[in-house]
């Protein structure tokens, strides 16, 4: 754990000066806070002993008579350190002011330092989390689920960056709090403070016994009250299913009885948590009992008796009374601030899960910086998406592809269609065998150099808010109006463009949201035509374009980049009849290669395919999707 | 689809203070009546438990240093100096300390309890309350027409779950008793504030208005910086979101250098409001914190400069009461009283002052619930049922209590008689209009004829309003105009629930519940065996792939069953609704994620299960629907034209058009 912790403080970095220097100031306000009531119970002390005419049973003549004896020397006696000095009613004053004014700018200084150094550790952690995702591969993002990530930078990093603000505000702050007050009540009361040593231990160990037990539970029940939620969430967006299947009154009867059974957890739970008052006030009562009934004894004794072994003044007395709350209260914020960081446990864990995954793919040492054409040959290549997998994804894959040519791949669901593409850019690793483009093995080359050489239309097609001109930027910083014109008139998205009023500047909203999916589609190959790859591979990416656009994007992608490698996985026989070569995928495994013709005749599936979506009649109308 | 209503996060309706307040106290009057009867009690034993302290300090005070004569300690007690001995000699303006200990002691107890008794009490309360709540809400949200599921977002239903109902919590566990203690504590306060000095109650006053001044102004501010906080965050985590769920695309076209830089520019916009923001609540706690020693040290002087300044009188109400050199020291005990009260008024005023936001917050909350439990629940005067039914050797219809696969329409009729029609499928939609919004018609004179067996398809591009015509046949939306006649029934004269069980629908959206495969399946029929929905799954052709699961059909599916694929969770939905066996299906884009292969293995399995039954297919996919015996071609809430396949391709039409692919059918 303490690693993790040490994981996540990383990312304070150039905050560090402000993350020590808050705990200064705040020691400074602790330390200021404590001695106040001291000097407080001074003032009270020495203006009674001012205006009284008897001290110790005997008669004395009155200090303070006149506003000009607010400068006037008063005898003070300190019990608890039993020295006795000279003080004046306007210093008192003077001190007290200059105290509550210092205490407030130190306040005020860390409350600033504190702000600045949590804010910023935390937009350092989000920024570090950014980019550890960013440098994710395929692999590891399968691993966390995007909700997971979103959930970990944006809910998590603020539970972490609460309970480090609270760290360095509190953490030290409050167990000092509790010494000051302790060494002001020796000073003040001297033998009396020994009431809080003995009531401090109690009143902990009374807390600790309450935060364990109502923890426990606390943390069984949310996680249960998540589920519950999770189970609204799952009707609200399903509610067309259960009224289908008139499940209300079923759906009602599970959420009330897991809705019954968590309050009882949460009832256990409070009834726990409700003794917290009760301790704490008796502790306190207890304390003002005592403090009161041996005070005025040892005043009283004091008073009529000089050589009392014991002595105490009135304004001492009271200030006993602040310090013994003073204590009791850095007991209660301590144990709340173990309370708040066990619960960032959870939220620590997860950040540094993230921060601790190492990417599985990574550029090699000395990597080969360019693409020589668009060969592409596998031999004998096996995939597993998991070490642990007992099936898997691809197995003994070898085929020779040469640069120009355009190479279709289909098979049902699951049959391993787009793992084989993914393992072309290096998304993923081989398992076994290995992948060369243009004649050298995937692995040496610069990752970057060889995405940007080998294209994927991704099937779960995405664009990103901003323009249209934006997006396909992506595939090239510098394009100019003219390439990126001439890229969508390859796959016929300048239709799109021109139908919107702003051309190119129109806006994109986030995912693409304003686009239907065959125009996105488009854009997305348009994205990729600015690339300029040597390899272009299309995972199902014309799926909601109408055949006819369908084909004559094929049309150009081979008469305007002739020598790009295409690859197109579809659903559709029609996409791809007119390849060089099919291959037809089974279960992971090649079950033929060949042409339209050479399949039709030889391959099952393939036929299988080919009859199910052209059923009536044997004409090249091909079925929509 | 009608336009989501986009939800003002306004300030809570008038009247649900009350309305909150009546409920709580009709549920649970004894409860809360005793708890607040403790809250009383505990705020008075708090504040005599101050005053009692003061109280004998003063006493003390004066006898330690009196100005007057004969009040001072005279020695009186004899025998040992113990501790006891002593304290019982003490006897201070006529009472004896010993006394006033117990008696401090007896109240403390008292006040120990009720401090117990109402934190215990308004906990359980509030748990017990948010039970019912929650439960009332759920249970009223599921009878709600779906119209009200399309016209609000869903994360905003969730939010009444999630952020208002703990809004509400806080309010009843927290706000309310603490402001009712604090309120308390503050009216008895300056009562005694004002029992001892009228002057010194004016500096206290002074100064917490200075203290509500300094909140406002800085409240103010933070508030300002928190509001541009909030909406960088919403940005940031817009942007987080968007490139966490593109993350492949980014990694595609190498664009994380890119994505970084635009991430750290709003990262960084998010830091400068936040670090504001933060600077703001973090200073306000040491400014009223020394406000209030600055009172403290104010009132001090203020009664300093009342004892030495001749005929400066000290003010009570009994009048004004000149400080003598008799009685300077009895003052100043008064004066030490004060300032511990005052800073007891000030605490308290802070503690109610930051009660408000959490009203006001659990106010806005409770009235978003509330509007929910306000909506209007479906209605439903249908009177006709379903009834499972057997034939006697001469035909006739005999209700039956097993599942006999054979159904009727049980048609109690005013005179007490009861007719039985037999189910058929026989559907009739007598030139239906329809609008969402009352206005906007997504539906235009529509008619369409299913007879019994049919397989009806419904063909055009999204919006042109196929799946508005299968709500209208499940009843989710009333009609605006026409009829629907179901075996010449009017569907309005059908209770809902057994239209419904009558109808097997599949939807593009597939939603999965959390559970096992197994559980998903039966949810079709929850008197499924195991058997009944296996046979099912084999049919939907999932069950090969779910035997493949780790656990096959005790898989557990979580979160809405995001570790399948969208085939394979469509394959799950065309089993759930295989287990159904309803009399009638609709199939909305059942398919649509399922490959042409697979598909047709579906199809073989689904048109031996529908032999005999009427069927709506919605498909995007022409091959799915080219046996259709009847094929209506929808635009704009028209059906322009209708006929089976080949009529329909002879006619060379917009089917035509469709089938060639010449239009893109998004």
């Known amino acids: 754990m303490w690693k993790k912790i040490k994981l996540i403080l990383g990312s304070v970095r150039e905050y560090k000066k402000y993350a020590i220097i808050t705990p200064i ?61 000279n003080v004046t009613v306007f210093g008192l004053m003077l001190t007290l002011v200059l105290m509550a004014g210092l205490s407030l700018t130190c306040g005020i200084l860390g409350g600033r330092t504190a702000a600045k150094a949590s804010i910023g550790m935390a937009t350092n952690l989000r920024g570090d989390l950014y980019r550890k995702i960013q440098s994710f591969s395929f692999a590891n993002i399968d691993k966390f689920s995007s909700a997971s990530l979103v959930t970990r930078m944006t809910t998590d990093v603020q539970s972490v960056t609460m309970a480090f603000q609270m760290c360095i505000r509190i953490v030290i702050r409050a167990p000092l709090m509790m010494i000051f007050s302790a060494i002001m009540a020796f000073i003040s009361g001297g033998i009396m403070a020994c009431i809080f040593v003995v009531l401090v231990p109690i009143i902990a160990f009374g807390l600790f016994l309450i935060v364990k037990n109502a923890m426990g539970i606390f943390m069984r029940v949310f996680k249960r009250y998540d589920k519950l939620n999770e189970s609204v969430e799952e009707n609200v967006s399903g509610i067309r299913v259960v009224k289908s299947y008139v499940r209300e009154d079923y759906e009602k009867q599970k959420f009330n009885t897991a809705s019954d059974n968590m309050t009882g957890d949460f009832v256990k ?231 919107k009023q702003e051309g190119f500047e129109s806006p994109v909203e986030q995912g693409g949201a304003n686009f239907s999916g065959g125009q996105k589609q488009r854009l997305c190959i348009a994205r990729a035509i600015l690339k300029k790859p040597k390899i272009m591979i299309l995972d199902d990416s014309t799926s909601a374009v109408d055949t006819k656009t369908d084909k004559l994007i ?41 042409t339209h013709e050479e399949l039709l005749k030889s391959c099952k599936i393939y036929q299988e395919v080919y009859y199910s979506q052209n059923r009536i009649g044997g004409n090249n109308a091909a079925s929509k999707n | ?164 109902i703990d809004t509400i919590r806080q309010f009843i566990s927290q706000a309310l008793p603490t402001m009712l203690q604090a309120g308390l504590a503050v009216v008895f306060c300056f009562i005694a504030m004002m029992l001892n000095s009228i002057w010194l109650t004016l500096v206290t006053i002074v100064c917490t208005i200075g203290m509500f001044y300094s909140i406002k102004i800085i409240g103010g501010r933070a508030a300002k910086f928190f509001m541009k906080q909030q909406a960088q965050v919403a940005t940031v985590e817009g942007n987080i979101q968007e490139s ?74 009994t009048g004004f009461v000149p400080i003598t050199s008799e009685n300077m020291s009895t003052f100043w005990g008064i004066v030490i009283a004060f300032l511990m009260m005052s800073r007891m008024f000030a605490n308290n005023i802070n503690n109610f002052s930051q009660q408000i ?18 909506q209007t629940p479906e209605v439903d005067e249908g009177y006709v049922t379903l009834v499972n039914i057997t034939k006697d050797k001469d035909g006739n219809i005999v209700e039956s209590k097993e599942r006999t696969r054979m159904f009727a329409w049980k048609h109690p009729h005013q005179d007490g008689t009861v007719t039985y029609t037999e189910l058929k499928g026989d559907i009739l939609l007598d030139h239906v209009d329809f609008s969402y919004d009352g206005n906007k018609l997504v539906l235009k004179d529509v008619s369409i004829f299913a007879h019994p067996g049919e397989k009806i398809a419904l063909v055009g591009a999204t919006g042109a309003g196929k799946t508005t015509i299968t709500n209208l046949i499940n009843r989710f939306y009333p009609l605006k105009d026409g ?88 394959l799950l939905s065309i089993a759930r609704a295989a287990v159904a066996d309803a009399p009638v299906t609709i199939l909305d884009e059942a398919t649509s994620s399922i490959d042409t292969r697979t598909e047709r293995l579906v199809q073989k399995g689904m048109d031996q299960l529908m032999k005999g039954r009427t069927v709506f297919v919605i498909a995007h996919r022409l091959s799915t629907i080219q046996n259709a015996e009847a094929i209506m071609v929808l635009d704009h809430g028209e059906i322009i034209e209708r006929g089976n396949h080949d009529t329909l391709i002879a006619k060379k039409g917009y089917y035509y058009q469709l089938y060639t692919g010449a239009f893109e059918l998004e």
């Open chain 1, 25 to 85: 100031f705040m020691i400074f306000e602790a330390l200021i806070e404590c001695v106040m009531p001291f000097m407080m119970s001074a003032l009270i002390d020495s203006v009674s002993f001012g205006v009284s005419t008897t001290y110790n049973g005997l008669p004395k003549e009155r200090e303070l008579n006149t506003i000009a004896d607010i400068f006037k020397p008063i005898q003070y006696t300190n019990a608890g350190l039993g020295f006795t000095i």
């Open chain 1, 269 to 499: 739970a409070e009834k726990i948590v409700a003794l917290n008052n009760p301790l704490l006030n008796t502790t306190i009562h207890v304390s003002n009992i005592l403090v009161v009934s041996l005070g005025t004894y040892i005043i009283y004794r004091s008073t009529v008796d000089a050589n009392f072994w014991a002595h105490l003044t009135i304004g001492q007395m009271s200030s006993l009374l602040t310090y013994g709350i003073q204590i009791l209260m850095s007991v209660l914020m301590i144990s709340m601030i173990m309370v708040m960081l066990v619960m960032s446990i959870e939220a620590i864990r997860r950040i540094s899960e993230v921060l601790e995954e190492e990417p599985t793919i990574v550029n090699p040492t000395n990597p080969i910086k360019e693409v020589k054409n668009g060969d592409i040959s596998f031999e004998n290549v096996s995939f597993k998406y998991k070490n642990t997998a007992e099936r898997n994804a691809l197995s003994n894959i070898s085929v020779d592809i040469k640069s120009g040519q355009f190479v279709g791949i289909i098979g049902s669901t699951g049959s391993g269609k787009t793992s084989l593409v993914n393992l072309i850019s290096r998304l993923y690793d081989v398992s076994e065998g290995s992948i060369k483009v243009g004649d050298v093995d995937v692995r040496n080359y610069d990752l970057k150099v060889l995405r940007d050489n080998v294209a994927v239309v991704l099937q779960k097609n995405v664009l990103f808010s901003g323009t249209i001109a934006s997006n396909l930027r992506w595939g090239n910083k510098e394009a100019t109006e003219e390439e990126m014109k001439r890229a969508c008139k390859i796959c016929h998205a300048m239709e799109i463009v021109n139908a």
């Open chain 1, 554 to 594: 094929r049309k150009g992608l081979k008469e305007d980049l002739p020598h790009m490698t295409k690859i197109v996985i579809a659903q559709r026989i029609s996409s791809i009849e007119e390849a060089d070569k099919i291959i037809v995928l089974d279960d992971g495994r090649i079950n033929a290669v060949g």
């Open chain 2, 1 to 164: 689809m009608p336009p989501v209503r986009i939800r003002e996060r306004a300030k809570a309706k008038k009247g649900t203070v009350k309305r909150l307040l009546k409920t709580l106290f009709k549920l649970y009057p004894i409860r809360l009546s005793f708890a607040i009867f403790c809250i009383v009690f505990n705020v008075f034993a708090n504040l005599s438990s101050s005053i009692f302290a003061n109280f004998i300090t003063v006493c003390i005070s004066e006898s330690v240093f009196p100005t007057t004569p004969g009040l001072g300690p005279t020695n009186p007690f004899v025998g040992s100096h113990d501790l006891v001995n002593v304290m019982s000699f003490i006897t201070i303006r006529d009472t004896n300390v010993t006394k006033l200990l117990i008696a401090m002691g007896i109240i403390y107890a008292f006040g120990i309890f009720a401090a117990w008794w109402w934190n215990r009490t308004m906990a359980i309360v509030t748990q017990l309350y948010m039970n019912r709540f929650r439960k009332e809400m759920f249970n009223h949200l599921q009878d709600l027409p779906i119209k009200y599921f399309d016209t609000h977002k869903h994360g905003e239903i969730m939010s009444l779950f999630t952020n208002d």
């Open chain 2, 244 to 317: 966490i769920n593109g993350l492949k695309v980014i990694k595609v076209f190498t664009h994380e250098e890119e994505s970084t830089k635009q991430f750290d520019e709003l990262n960084n916009t998010l830091k400068e409001y936040a670090t504001t923001a933060n600077i703001h609540g973090n200073v306000t706690g040491p400014i009223n914190m020394n406000i209030g020693n600055f009172m403290y040290i104010l009132t001090a002087i203020v009664a300093f400069l009342m004892l030495l300044i001749p005929g400066f009188d000290n003010l009570t109400f």
């Open chain 2, 357 to 374: 936001t959490f009203i006001v917050m659990g106010m806005a909350g409770a009235s978003r619930c509330f509007d929910l439990m306000d």
């Open chain 2, 483 to 570: 009829k629907v006649r179901y075996d010449g029934i009017n569907i309005n004269k059908i209770k809902k629930d057994d239209l419904r069980r009558s109808l097997g629908i599949v939807l593009q959206d597939v939603n999965l519940f959390t559970g096992t495969v197994m559980d998903n399946i039966r949810y079709g029929r929850l008197d499924a065996t195991d058997e009944e929905c296996i046979e099912a799954a084999k049919i939907a052709n999932a069950h090969d792939f779910i035997q493949r699961l780790p656990e096959g059909y005790n898989t557990l599916l979580a979160g809405d069953g995001s570790n399948l694929s969208q085939g394979q969770r469509q």
